[in-house]
């Protein structure tokens, strides 16, 4: 079983509308850290949030915000008046401690393509 | 950012001829790991090091082997390399203060295995 499902796989939109990409994951841990990368066409892995498993604040930044939900597993990413430029491959990833290390396990990522 | 370099940046090879992939970070980071990144799957991970001489498997380890005989140096080695390991390999560190913990990526390299 997948500890990270991102349940889609393509989202196609038209600019300015909002998007939101949804993460769900899955833990026995009560400490972990999730996170949002995406990966536009030119293909680097850009950091986007990291969030751990205490806080439950939402946050905003710019046009981007994250709703993490314990309750739900969830930790699902929004753009809103999306734009060209976010079209990309998001991933989600969840690190959970092993061993005394903390392992990243990633989803297997959404295609957004917005057109103009 | 965390001052990691991968090398190659892109490399062909043949079936069968061994390779290996260079990590390198300046920063002293502890924690060091190996993914492949294979369309549908998402990011994978190989091989991860938690300091010097001090490795373990991750998901997709067979078929890759790995060394980390320097801090700043981060080896994965295909001994021989198969058709199904052509993919893109990142590498990442792992970066944690003040209990906060964050997760850099290198720019990936490219191989391809005829």
């Known amino acids: 079983a997948q500890k990270v499902t991102q349940a889609q796989t393509e989202i196609s939109v038209v600019e300015k509308e909002d998007v939101t990409l949804d993460c769900v994951y899955e833990?026995?841990?009560?400490?972990?850290?999730l996170f949002w990368y995406k990966q536009p066409p030119s293909g680097e892995l850009v950091f986007l949030i990291r969030?751990?498993?205490?806080?439950?604040q939402n946050e905003i930044s710019g046009r981007y915000s994250w709703n993490f939900q314990k309750s739900t597993s969830s930790f699902n990413f929004t753009i809103t008046a999306s734009q060209v430029v976010d079209s990309a491959v998001y991933f989600c990833?969840?690190?959970?401690?092993?061993?005394?290390?903390?392992?990243?396990?990633f989803g297997r990522g959404t295609s957004l393509i917005v057109h103009p | 950012d965390a001052g990691i370099t991968q090398s190659p940046r892109h490399k062909v090879t043949e079936t069968g001829t061994p390779v290996t992939l260079r990590c390198h970070q300046t920063?002293?980071?502890?924690?060091m790991y190996w993914y492949r990144q294979d369309p549908g799957h998402g990011l994978r991970l190989i091989h991860y090091?938690?300091?010097?001489?001090?490795?373990d498997k991750g998901e997709v380890s067979d078929g890759y082997s790995v060394s980390r005989s320097k801090t700043e140096d981060f080896l994965l080695t295909l001994e021989s390399a198969t058709s199904s390991q052509t993919s893109v390999y990142f590498c990442?560190?792992?970066?944690?203060?003040?209990?906060?913990?964050?997760?850099?990526f290198g720019s990936g390299t490219q191989l391809s295995v005829l």
């Open positions: 990442a560190i792992s970066e944690s203060r003040g209990g906060d913990e964050k997760l850099f």
């Open positions: 833990t026995r841990d009560t400490t972990y850290y």
């Open positions: 969030r751990n498993s205490f806080d439950e």
């Open positions: 990833a969840l690190s959970e401690p092993s061993g005394g290390s903390y392992i990243p396990t």
């Open positions: 920063e002293n980071h502890r924690y």
């Open positions: 090091s938690y300091g010097v001489k001090d490795t």
